[in-house]
Nanobody
């Protein structure tokens, strides 16, 4: 039984939008730092953004700044990755991750995270 499940991936045209969802079972997502990562074949898994329960401001990498945001639906225990103005270079498998540090500050480092979703494919065509 998976504790972290992602959904919402798909194929979109360049300039389009897509929203990914991360759902948790057995724990509250809003108590922990949540990170979004992406990985292309043969490349390292890299951070996209993260959010901490202690700060509503998300940390983002420069390549997605102004285009991607994350939000918490606390009532439904869901974290969303909202992706706008998508580019072909955004084509990757996207992962949701949770750091097992209650009310931690969050991290953009992959090794900081303890739980990972299965990944969902996002493909952006030209």
């Amino acid at each position: 039984q998976e504790r972290l499940v992602e959904s919402g991936g798909g194929l979109v045209q360049s300039g389009g939008s897509l929203t990914l969802s991360c759902t948790a079972s057995g724990f509250r997502l809003d108590h922990y730092p949540v990170g979004w990562f992406r990985q292309a074949p043969g490349k390292e898994r890299e951070a996209v953004l993260c959010i901490s329960p202690l700060d509503s401001r998300a940390k983002l990498v420069d390549s997605v700044k102004g285009r991607f945001t994350t939000s918490r639906d606390k009532a439904k225990n869901i974290v969303h990755l909202q992706m706008n103005s998508l580019k072909p270079e955004d084509t990757d498998v996207y992962y949701c991750a949770v750091e097992d540090r209650s009310y931690g500050l969050g991290s953009m480092r992959r090794i900081a995270y303890d739980y990972w979703g299965q990944g969902t494919q996002v493909t952006v065509t030209s």
